[in-house]
């Protein structure tokens, strides 16, 4: 876990996501506030002939509070009309995973049993660990949205809907690169969500989020799309590849996975994480981004994900000024923007193109860059085995490289 100095920015605290670990949860309810009285029967007052002090009858109170209770112009408004229509189709995922917990070497000393005798345990330790979180329906045969880390390693998945069915769910794939997750039970003519494109989604615009925060089925909440684009070093969550809508709509735990919806109740992203101990900040998966991974889920139970085979860092005038200072006459920096290639993998497919350490990118597929994370999505667009063209400064000499995309190494746990 990174730490925090006091002067370092919110937006640099690592995201936490929000999938909530089941607990028991107690509310206290209050008694005595029934307003019943002490007095005798005789003693107390009939309402229905009460007259106040100047002979008036109460029939106009009385008319006033039978009000119909029927819905009017200011009951309802745009919230209500998307949660009519979605609530049905987001979901409630209960989880849970057995753990089981080896035990230390040192107990399997005879030393050790001697001195302990009975008291060291002679079998692993088991015990179940449980979540929540949300998901939205998007195929009407049974196929369920969520985030990859509300499923991930769970033995047992458990899907509840609004109108109190409970269906067992089985992990289609998931992908925890983009934390993208498919979730399918068996059943048919589910209600399903509209998606939109979230190339179209822009800062300001209502953001409305249904799911089930700290077990709690069925809330919404609502705010705006706070800001669009935000990276995955933007809020902490390095180990993602994903660009991030920011919201202030509350978002917390069990709103992992759960729809992120535009006034026309489309989803527009999926909810996956907060800014510890901010408030109004969380952020959203793309729906773009997510339907492309979840098709590849659906169809082929994995992603694979376009590798280059470079570290790199964007270039800003402290890192021009630290790379003139060390005196490297390996590295010349001449360039004033764009993104430094700080190391090449051995056998990789940067280094078979010809990148070498000190190499700007000036621009991948004709996008001019100037962050890596801009890099990371270009490649990410082009897809394993295509031809990446790029424009490099190194020294003073300008470049064109074309770069082919290998699969992502599978990592070792």
């Given at each position: 876990?990174?730490?925090?100095?006091?002067?370092?920015?919110?937006?640099?605290?690592?995201?936490?996501?929000?999938?909530?670990?089941?607990?028991?949860?107690?509310?206290?309810?209050?008694?005595?506030?029934?307003?019943?009285?002490?007095?005798?029967?005789?003693?107390?007052?009939?309402?229905?002939?009460?007259?106040?002090?100047?002979?008036?009858?109460?029939?106009?109170?009385?008319?006033?509070?039978?009000?119909?209770?029927?819905?009017?112009?200011?009951?309802?408004?745009?919230?209500?009309?998307?949660?009519?229509?979605?609530?049905?189709?987001?979901?409630?995922?209960?989880?849970?995973?057995?753990?089981?917990?080896?035990?230390?070497?040192?107990?399997?000393?005879?030393?050790?049993?001697?001195?302990?005798?009975?008291?060291?345990?002679?079998?692993?330790?088991?015990?179940?660990?449980?979540?929540?979180?949300?998901?939205?329906?998007?195929?009407?045969?049974?196929?369920?949205?969520?985030?990859?880390?509300?499923?991930?390693?769970?033995?047992?998945?458990?899907?509840?809907?609004?109108?109190?069915?409970?269906?067992?769910?089985?992990?289609?794939?998931?992908?925890?690169?983009?934390?993208?997750?498919?979730?399918?039970?068996?059943?048919?003519?589910?209600?399903?969500?509209?998606?939109?494109?979230?190339?179209?989604?822009?800062?300001?615009?209502?953001?409305?989020?249904?799911?089930?925060?700290?077990?709690?089925?069925?809330?919404?909440?609502?705010g705006v799309v706070s800001a669009i684009d935000r990276s995955s070093?933007?809020?902490?969550?390095?180990?993602?590849?994903?660009?991030?809508?920011?919201?202030?709509?509350?978002?917390?735990?069990?709103?992992?996975?759960?729809?992120?919806?535009?006034?026309?109740?489309?989803?527009?992203?999926?909810?996956?994480?907060?800014?510890?101990?901010?408030?109004?900040?969380?952020?959203?998966?793309?729906?773009?981004?997510?339907?492309?991974?979840?098709?590849?889920?659906?169809?082929?139970?994995?992603?694979?994900?376009?590798?280059?085979?470079?570290?790199?860092?964007?270039?800003?005038?402290?890192?021009?000024?630290?790379?003139?200072?060390?005196?490297?006459?390996?590295?010349?920096?001449?360039?004033?923007?764009?993104?430094?290639?700080?190391?090449?993998?051995?056998?990789?497919?940067?280094?078979?193109?010809?990148?070498?350490?000190?190499?700007?990118?000036?621009?991948?597929?004709?996008?001019?860059?100037?962050?890596?994370?801009?890099?990371?999505?270009?490649?990410?667009?082009?897809?394993?085995?295509?031809?990446?063209?790029?424009?490099?400064?190194?020294?003073?000499?300008?470049?064109?490289?074309?770069?082919?995309?290998?699969?992502?190494?599978?990592?070792?746990?």
């Amino acid at each position: 876990m990174r730490t925090n100095t006091p002067g370092q920015a919110f937006w640099q605290k690592p995201a936490i996501y929000v999938l909530l670990p089941l607990v028991s949860v107690g509310v206290a309810l209050l008694s005595g506030c029934a307003g019943s009285s002490n007095r005798p029967p005789s003693e107390q007052t009939n309402p229905q002939s009460l007259e106040d002090s100047t002979g008036t009858s109460d029939s106009t109170q009385r008319t006033a509070s039978n009000r119909p209770l029927t819905p009017t112009q200011e009951d309802s408004n745009f919230v209500v009309e998307v949660v009519k229509k979605v609530e049905p189709a987001v979901v409630r995922i209960n989880t849970s995973q057995t753990v089981r917990r080896q035990l230390p070497e040192e107990f399997n000393d005879p030393f050790f049993r001697r001195f302990f005798g009975d008291g060291i345990p002679t079998q692993p330790q088991e015990r179940v660990q449980r979540g929540v979180g949300s998901g939205f329906v998007i195929n009407s045969k049974g196929l369920i949205l969520t985030n990859s880390h509300v499923v991930n390693k769970a033995d047992i998945v458990t899907v509840s809907f609004s109108d109190g069915r409970s269906l067992d769910g089985k992990v289609l794939g998931e992908d925890p690169l983009t934390d993208i997750a498919v979730v399918q039970v068996s059943a048919n003519n589910l209600p399903t969500v509209e998606l939109a494109s979230s190339t179209q989604v822009q800062p300001g615009q209502w953001a409305i989020a249904i799911g089930n925060p700290l077990g709690l089925q069925e809330t919404v909440t609502v705010g705006v799309v706070s800001a669009i684009d935000r990276s995955s070093s933007d809020i902490g969550a390095t180990d993602k590849r994903v660009p991030f809508i920011q919201t202030d709509a509350a978002i917390n735990p069990g709103n992992s996975g759960g729809p992120l919806l535009n006034a026309r109740g489309q989803v527009i992203g999926v909810n996956t994480a907060i800014i510890q101990g901010a408030q109004g900040i969380g952020f959203a998966i793309p729906i773009d981004t997510a339907k492309r991974i979840a098709d590849q889920l659906i169809t082929k139970g994995r992603v694979e994900h376009p590798f280059l085979g470079v570290k790199m860092v964007s270039l800003t005038p402290e890192i021009k000024q630290r790379l003139s200072n060390s005196r490297n006459p390996n590295i010349r920096v001449d360039a004033d923007q764009g993104v430094l290639i700080v190391q090449v993998v051995q056998g990789s497919p940067a280094d078979r193109s010809g990148l070498k350490p000190g190499d700007v990118i000036q621009s991948v597929n004709n996008q001019p860059v100037t962050k890596a994370e801009q890099v990371q999505q270009q490649v990410e667009n082009s897809g394993v085995g295509g031809q990446l063209p790029m424009k490099v400064q190194r020294g003073g000499q300008a470049l064109d490289l074309t770069v082919q995309p290998a699969p992502l190494p599978a990592r070792t746990e």
